[in-house]
Structures are given as structure tokens and as C-alpha cells.
């Protein structure tokens, strides 16, 4: 039981590191697009 909560655990934290990385590749995209038409205005 425990050595399964330690499996989760990692589940968890891996999970969350793969969310953080979409929300930063998200961010950085969308903040590359708005500078791009902001230059060609």
C-alpha cells in the first residue's frame, strides 16, 4: 500500500510538471504572437 502511494506520489508530481511546462509553452507562444503583430502594426 505504501510503495503504491510512493508510485502516485511521483504520478502526481510528474503530472504536474507536464502541466506547468504546457501552461509555459502556452504562455510563451501567445506572448511571441501578440510582440509579432504589435511589430507588424
Request: net charge positive; hydrophobic share 60%.
Amino acid at each position: 500500500m505504501k510503495k503504491s502511494l510512493h508510485q502516485f506520489k511521483w504520478l502526481l508530481i510528474f503530472w504536474a510538471l507536464g502541466v506547468g511546462s504546457l501552461l509555459v509553452v502556452a504562455t510563451i507562444i501567445r506572448f511571441g504572437m501578440t510582440l509579432a503583430g504589435m511589430e507588424s502594426k
